[in-house]
């Protein structure tokens, strides 16, 4: 039949006015607006739970945690309880849902129960599953400041 056409091997073009606005790539993946390069292609969407735990020192409860992982786009999110404790190690957070590519650092937000009127933040480093709390000052803040307190935070970083 000469009209058959193998997906396996053909594009699919969405077009308007004859200007080509979406390609669904053979091999899987989206390109828009005339884009036709493999690795510009929206490939991957995921999205699910994840279990932060403090790298070194207590336990954490675990209220809520999630990510939407779109590429190599990475933005998680969580809210945990630190168990009573006196540690003075730093407050990160280990078992990110993906690792971190090796870019440099990504910023993310952060709140807490118990800093005040300290501002807090989220950093994310390059080629690693941890995001730290920090002080606004970039001071880390330790688990005994926020021994039996809520944290809330979120980071969005690049994959490997």
Not at 20 to 29: D, K
Not at 88 to 94: A, C, D, E, L, Q
Not at 142 to 156: R, W
């Amino acid at each position: 039949d000469t009209n058959f056409i193998n997906y396996e091997t053909a594009n699919m073009k969405f077009s308007t006015s004859g200007s080509e606005r979406m390609r669904v790539l053979a091999g899987g993946g989206l390109t828009f607006n005339g884009d036709t390069a493999s690795a510009n292609a929206l490939n991957d969407y995921e999205e699910g739970t994840w279990t932060p735990a403090l790298y070194e020192g207590s336990s954490v409860t675990v209220h809520s945690a999630s990510y939407t992982k779109i590429g190599k786009l990475c933005n998680v999110n969580a809210y945990v309880t630190i168990a009573s404790n006196s540690s003075s190690s730093m407050v990160r957070f280990n078992s990110l849902p993906f690792v971190a590519a090796n870019v440099g650092y990504s910023i993310g937000s952060a709140y807490t129960q118990s800093t005040g009127g300290t501002h807090v933040f989220t950093q994310i480093d390059g080629n690693s599953s941890n995001i730290i709390v920090y002080k606004n000052d970039g001071t880390t803040i330790t688990q005994s400041d926020l021994s039996g307190a809520y944290c809330l935070f979120s980071g969005t970083y690049r994959t490997t």
